[in-house]
C-alpha cells in the first residue's frame, strides 16, 4: 500500500482497514490524533513522563479494542475517552500510594526573553497550581473545551453523560480555576510580604 | 445574587464561546447591558480560559515523537501477533432481541414449573395418558409436586394429581394403613389400568371390613 493513499483517507476509513489487523491504517490513525491524546494525558496528569506512557497505553487499548468500536461516535471522542480513563485510573493509582508532581517538572513553551520568560513561569505556576486542586473531571473538561475546542456534544461523548451536563461541568471548572487562580496569587503575595515584616520585627 | 443573574450566568461560558443557543445569546447579551455583577462574572471567566490557553503543552519535538511511534509501532505489532481475535460472525443480535427471547424462555419455563389452581387435575393426568410405559416417566412427573406418597398416606382432602406411575403391585397391595379418606377425588385423576388396581384393592378392603365407603362415584360401578 501507498503511503500517501493512507493520508488521503477519513478517520472512519482508516478505522475499517484498522479493524482488519492493518497495522499501518491504524497508525495512521496515531498520527493525527498523538499530539491530542498527550496534551490531554499532560493536562490531566501533570507529568511528561507519565503523560508519554498514558498516551502509548491509550493508543494500545484502542487498537486492541478497535474491533468493538462500531464508528456511532467520532473514532477521536472515543479515544478521548480511552485516554481519559487512563489517566482516571492512573490518578487513582497516585492518589492511593502518594505521588506528588512538581509542576516544574512539565514541560512548557519557553519565553525568549529572562524578564518575560520569570513573569510567565509564575503564571504557569499559579496556573498548574490551580489546575492541580481541579477534579480531574473538570480538567477534563476544561481541556477539552479550551484545548481541542470539542463541543458540548462531544465532550459529552468522550465523559459520559449529556451535553447539558458538560456545560454546567465547564461552566464550574471555569469559575473554580479562577476561584483557584485568585486565591494562588493571594497566597503567593503573602509569601513575598511575610520576610519584610519579619525583618521590621527583628530590627527592633 | 439575583435568581436572573444565576440562571443566565450558567450561560455565561457558552456565550462568550458561541456555542449557547441563539435564544440564550441575546438574553445573556440583554442581561450583561445591564447588569455590572455579571459583566464582571464573565470577564473573569474570560481571563480564566485565556489563561489556560496561554500556557499550552510544549510539543516535545519530532525525536520525542519518532521515539514514541517506534515503541508504540512494537507494541501494536505485539499485540497484532499475540492476541488474533477471530472474527465475528457479522450477525449480530440486537441486546433487545436477545432480552426478549431469554424473558419468554423464563416466562414459559415457570408456567411449567408452578401449577395454578385450576391446573391441578388435567394435565398431570393427560401427561400419564400420553405415556405408555408410565413407570419409566414417573420421576418426572413427580418433580412438580411434592414427593408422591403411597396411596393410604394420603390426606382425605387432597384433591391435587396424585402418582401412582412408580407405585409397583407390592406397594399398592401393601395393607399396612387403614384407609380413611375419599378415594374420589384420587380416582379421577387416574388411568384405566391405575385406577382398576387401586379400585380392585379398595373392594378387597371393603370385603375385608377394614375399610368403608362413604360414598358411590361414577368409578365405583
Redesign the interface.
Known amino acids: 500500500m501507498k503511503a500517501g493513499e493512507l493520508d488521503s483517507m477519513n478517520d472512519s476509513q482508516l478505522v475499517s482497514r484498522a479493524q482488519e489487523?492493518e497495522?499501518p491504517a491504524?497508525?495512521e490513525l496515531?498520527?493525527r490524533y498523538?499530539?491530542d491524546i498527550?496534551?490531554l494525558a499532560?493536562?490531566l496528569v501533570a507529568d511528561?513522563e507519565e503523560a508519554?506512557d498514558m498516551?502509548?497505553q491509550a493508543?494500545?487499548q484502542a487498537?486492541?479494542h478497535i474491533?468493538s468500536f462500531r464508528q456511532q461516535s467520532q473514532f477521536k471522542t472515543w479515544l478521548f475517552r480511552i485516554a481519559i480513563n487512563q489517566c482516571y485510573n492512573f490518578l487513582k493509582g497516585k492518589k492511593k500510594f502518594g505521588d506528588p508532581v512538581e509542576p516544574d517538572e512539565?514541560?512548557?513553551?519557553?519565553e525568549d526573553s529572562p524578564e518575560t520568560e520569570v513573569v510567565?513561569r509564575d503564571?504557569?505556576r499559579r496556573?498548574?497550581a490551580a489546575?492541580e486542586r481541579l477534579p480531574a473531571k473538570q480538567r477534563a473538561v476544561?481541556t477539552l473545551?479550551?484545548?481541542q475546542g470539542l463541543?458540548?456534544d462531544e465532550i459529552s461523548e468522550a465523559l459520559g453523560g449529556s451535553a447539558g451536563a458538560a456545560?454546567?461541568n465547564?461552566?464550574q471548572a471555569?469559575?473554580t480555576?479562577?476561584k483557584y487562580?485568585k486565591s494562588e496569587e493571594e497566597h503567593e503575595v503573602a509569601v513575598q510580604t511575610t520576610p519584610t515584616v519579619a525583618t521590621r520585627v527583628s530590627r527592633r | 445574587m439575583k435568581w436572573r443573574c444565576k440562571l443566565l450566568q450558567r450561560w455565561l461560558p457558552g456565550y462568550l464561546d458561541g456555542d449557547a443557543p441563539v435564544f440564550w445569546r441575546r438574553r445573556v447579551e440583554a442581561h450583561l447591558e445591564h447588569c455590572p455583577a455579571c459583566r464582571r462574572e464573565a470577564e473573569a471567566l474570560k481571563e480564566a480560559a485565556a489563561a489556560l490557553q496561554s500556557a499550552p503543552v510544549e510539543d516535545p519535538g519530532p525525536a520525542f515523537w519518532q521515539e514514541f511511534n517506534r515503541e508504540l509501532h512494537l507494541k501494536l505489532v505485539q499485540a497484532n501477533q499475540a492476541s488474533p481475535e477471530p472474527q465475528r460472525s457479522r450477525f449480530r443480535m440486537p441486546y433487545y432481541a436477545a432480552a426478549a427471547a431469554g424473558l419468554a424462555v423464563l416466562v414459559v419455563w415457570i408456567a411449567y414449573q408452578v401449577p395454578g389452581p385450576h391446573q391441578t387435575g388435567p394435565a398431570p393426568r393427560m401427561a400419564l395418558e400420553a405415556q405408555p410405559a408410565p413407570e419409566a416417566k414417573a420421576p418426572k412427573l413427580r418433580m412438580a409436586k411434592p414427593p408422591a406418597a403411597p396411596v393410604p398416606a394420603l390426606p382425605a382432602e387432597t384433591s391435587g394429581p396424585v402418582s401412582f406411575a412408580s407405585l409397583g403391585d407390592e406397594e399398592m397391595d401393601s395393607d399396612d394403613d387403614v384407609l380413611t379418606w375419599d378415594p374420589d377425588p384420587v380416582l379421577a385423576d387416574l388411568t384405566d389400568q391405575e385406577r382398576e388396581k387401586l379400585l380392585k384393592r379398595l373392594k378387597r378392603q371393603e370385603e375385608d371390613g377394614s375399610w368403608q365407603r362413604k360414598s358411590y362415584s361414577v368409578f365405583w360401578a
Open positions: 489487523g497495522v491504524f497508525e496515531v498520527k498523538q499530539r498527550y496534551n499532560c493536562r511528561a508519554r498516551a502509548q493508543f494500545l487498537f486492541i474491533k512539565l514541560h512548557l513553551v519557553e510567565a503564571e504557569r496556573l498548574y489546575l476544561l473545551k479550551v484545548e463541543s458540548y456545560r454546567v465547564y461552566c471555569l469559575k480555576l479562577r487562580l
